[in-house]
Structures are given as C-alpha cells and as structure tokens.
C-alpha cells in the first residue's frame, strides 16, 4: 500500500515562529487532508488538498502533486497550535505518523 | 447535527471479552472509516464503507475484529476474545457523497483491556 512520511517527527517553537510541515507519499493520490489532533485527542480537519495552495488565517498549505508532497506552513504560532499535525491520504485515507509541535510562551 | 457520535466513550473490559462500539455518522454522509490509534502513534486504518458496502479493511479485520454497517446509517465495531494489546482508542470518521472532500471525526472510544 501507499506510504506515508512526515517530517520533522517533532518541532518546538517560540511563541510567534513560523514553521514548516512535509508529508511525503509513495504514489499518486486522489485525496490529501492535514488534520491537527489537539491535546485532548480531537481530530480537527485544517485542509483537503489534493494539489495546488490554500490558505485559512495564518495556517497554509500547498500540495505538488507530481511530486508527491504536501507542506502545511504555520506562521505566528500560539501555544494552541500544540498538538500532531497528520496527513492523511487517498480515498481511504492513509495517516502518516505525524509531526508533533510544541509551542512555547 | 452535532458531528460524529462515537459510544461509549470509555469502555473497560477484561481480557477474553467481546466488546462492540458504535459510531453515527453525520447526517448524508456515506462515507464511513475506522482508525485504531495507541499513545504516540498516527491512526492506524482498520476500515472503510461507503454506504453498506465495505469497500476495504486491513488484514487486522480477517481476525478477532469485525465491523458493520448494516443500513448504510451507524456503524459498529466488534473485537472478539480481546486482549491486552488492543487497549487503544478507536476513531471513527465521517465524510460527504460529493466526490474527495474533508473527513470528520468522533471523540473516539478509549478501550482499555485489563
């Protein structure tokens, strides 16, 4: 099946920073979605994004498809965006491992 | 519509025995996966239907667990003779007809097998 990698496996940042997340995959897709699963385990759904850019407030992302892989940029991040960001791929949604972030005041 | 349900939110049971949970979908919603994650690590895929039809399963599902979504409504989830290693939390996720768009998830149900 395809496979799914995400980096950097864990990220910590200053209050204010800017930061970039890859999710790289083995095979073409259909479907490509960034989730943030917050400390209390709540899967929120950021992006569908299975190619181009798009952007909501501070967070975006941009998904080349050709190349198989996604990047989700988050600019001055607040100790709320803590939490995994995951990618998720295809119609059956495959979940890479995930990057967790930490935010620090 | 208040998103997805997942019941119960906590199950405890011991070691031998069959548990079955319970996930409603959105409303109109066909499309219905199941996720088995442990403490550090990404949603493992178990499922998915899109109405009644399970369109696919992991290997996981050829033993002890077995899902079902008999009117293309609510699913269930059945482990069979649990065991110790299957202590996890199971998600289940949701999403519309409309060809690729956004999933949704449940709270999940936190198994814990003693």
């Known amino acids: 099946g395809i496979q799914v990698e995400q980096s950097p496996p864990d990220l910590i940042l200053q209050e204010g920073a800017n930061s970039t997340l890859r999710c790289n995959f083995s095979?073409?897709?259909?479907?490509l979605q960034w989730f943030h699963q917050n400390p209390w385990g709540q899967l929120i759904n950021l992006f569908y994004i299975p190619s181009g850019t798009k952007q909501n407030g501070r967070l975006s992302a941009t998904t080349v498809a050709t190349e198989r892989y996604s990047l989700l940029y988050i600019s001055s991040s607040q100790t709320t965006d803590s939490g995994v960001y995951f990618c998720a791929v295809d119609n059956d949604m495959r979940f890479g491992a995930g990057t967790r972030l930490t935010v620090k005041p | 519509d208040t998103g997805v349900s997942q019941n119960p939110r906590h199950k405890i049971t011991k070691r031998g025995q069959n548990v079955t949970f319970r996930c409603d979908p959105i409303s109109e919603h066909n499309r219905l996966y199941w996720y088995r994650q442990t403490l550090g690590q990404g949603p493992e895929f178990l499922t998915y239907f899109q109405n009644e039809a399970q369109l696919e399963k992991s290997r996981l599902l050829s033993d002890r667990f077995s899902a079902e979504r008999p009117k293309g409504s609510f699913s269930t989830l059945e482990i069979q003779r649990t065991e110790q290693g299957d202590s996890a939390m199971y998600l289940c996720?949701?999403?519309?007809?409309?060809?690729?768009?956004?999933?949704?998830f449940g709270q999940g149900t936190r198994l814990t097998v003693v």
């Open positions: 095979d073409s897709v259909n479907n």
């Open positions: 996720a949701s999403s519309p007809p409309r060809t690729n768009t956004e999933a949704f």
